[in-house]
């Protein structure tokens, strides 16, 4: 059985992407070191697949304990590579503390790859890296714009150093650019666990809908959209997950000479921030208490990806739409509330 290294296995897209590379015949370690999660999502995990996945609860910007891991698990097909922080607004608050994680745990874990000569690196990108793009439907070779904050400009660093050391060594790389990651296992067994009030769309409608939020407020209803809501192309995390498989497996079967290749991950569909609320109580049959409210600062008006390029390399393709997102996404709610009143 082939084994693979996932770094932020006990996060949301980690943990959904351990259960798709379990299903698809691997063996996975993670290294986690919890600063934004706990192990929980790994039982979550073991339930879904019968199989305990064992976590390195190692900071990975620490290169001793980092190297500690990979020696122990030299015989790793590729690394997939998850863990970073994420929060766009604490990271324009705290820019060093992001600089720091992101990069520092990232070229630990490419000087790891070095060493053990790990063949095949899979790294989590974002949309984010194309900053405020008019050109729609983005395309992998549409020029990455302005960082719109340290956490974006985290990602395009990211890349940039997966580039220049693809060049230099034997290992290939692939760079994947998720834009609106949602919704939930269908198991329930498994979500996202947003720490704190949670920034993002799908989060807030669900919290609402169960009570921990007072209301939805729409950021902006007089955009130059159908509907004058933001667009965003917003992709199921059980999507994400399987195009990780599909990535590492095109690399293990790979023939090109390409060293490092660029994949947006979307549906290709954009929805505006009215349409998912609409989605949501279509689904849930809950009537959200949501008001439209003043643009948020940053926000770009709208994108979504052209996502041609992983369809037709990777054999990747969506399987869900807004309506399993939002379904998926309320029932791992419910079994948050359900497990708290049990406990
Ligand atoms: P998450 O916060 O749920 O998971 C990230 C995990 O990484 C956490 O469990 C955290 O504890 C771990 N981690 C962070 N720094 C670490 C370190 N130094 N050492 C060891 N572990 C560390 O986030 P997620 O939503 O699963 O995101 C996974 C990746 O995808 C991230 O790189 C994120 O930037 C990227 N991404 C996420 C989204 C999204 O909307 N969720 C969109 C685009 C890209
Ligand atoms: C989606 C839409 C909001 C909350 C962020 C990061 C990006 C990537 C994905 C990691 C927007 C609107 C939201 C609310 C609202 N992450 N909204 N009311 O901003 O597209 O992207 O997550 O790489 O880097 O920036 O996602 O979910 O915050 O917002 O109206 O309470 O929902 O204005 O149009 P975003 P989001």
Redesign the pocket.
């Known amino acids: 059985m082939q084994k693979v290294l996932v770094?932020?296995?006990?996060?949301?897209?980690?943990?959904?992407t351990i259960v798709d590379l379990i299903n698809n015949g691997f063996d996975v370690v993670s290294?986690?070191?919890?600063?934004?999660?706990t192990p929980q999502?790994l039982d979550g995990v073991e339930k879904i697949t019968g199989k305990k996945v064992r976590n390195y609860k190692?900071?990975?910007?620490n290169l001793e304990d980092t190297n500690a891991v990979f020696h122990e698990n030299r015989d790793i097909v590729g690394v997939i590579?998850?863990?970073?922080?994420?929060s766009v607004g604490e990271s324009v608050n705290d820019p060093l503390f992001y600089f720091q994680?992101?990069l520092?745990?990232l070229v630990n874990v490419l000087k790891c790859i070095k060493e053990y000569k790990i063949p095949n690196f899979v790294?989590?990108?974002?949309?984010?890296v194309y900053g405020n793009t008019t050109a729609l439907p983005v395309v992998e070779e549409t020029p990455l714009g302005e960082a719109q904050s340290p956490?974006a400009r985290?990602?395009q660093m990211g890349e940039q150093m997966i580039e220049d050391f693809s060049r230099v060594n034997d290992t290939q790389n692939i760079l994947l650019?998720?834009?609106?990651?949602?919704g939930a296992h269908a198991s329930a067994l498994i979500g996202?666990?947003p720490?704190g009030k949670p920034d993002?769309l799908v989060p807030v409608i669900t919290q609402t809908a169960i009570g921990k939020l007072p209301k939805v407020t729409v950021f902006g209803t007089q955009y130059p959209t159908r509907d004058g809501s933001c667009i965003r192309d917003y992709v199921h995390?059980s999507d994400i997950a399987n195009a990780h498989t599909k990535a590492l497996q095109y690399l293990i079967d790979k023939r090109n000479s390409e060293k490092c290749e660029v994949f947006n991950l979307g549906t290709g569909d954009g929805v505006t921030v009215l349409e998912a609320i609409k989605a949501f109580e279509k689904i849930s049959g809950v009537k959200l208490n949501y008001e439209l409210g003043a643009e948020r600062p940053g926000d770009v008006i709208a994108i979504y990806a052209n996502n041609t390029k992983a369809k037709e390399k990777l054999g990747w393709a969506p399987q869900f739409g807004i309506d399993d997102m939002m379904r998926t996404a309320w029932q791992w709610e419910i079994a948050l509330r359900d497990r708290v009143l049990n406990n």
């Open positions: 770094t932020g296995g006990c996060g949301y897209i980690g943990s959904h290294v986690d070191s919890n600063i934004r999660s999502l190692v900071d990975l910007c590579h998850f863990a970073a922080l994420k994680n992101n520092t745990s790294f989590s990108s974002s949309c984010s956490y985290t990602k650019r998720y834009f609106n990651p949602v996202e666990l720490l993002n995390v």
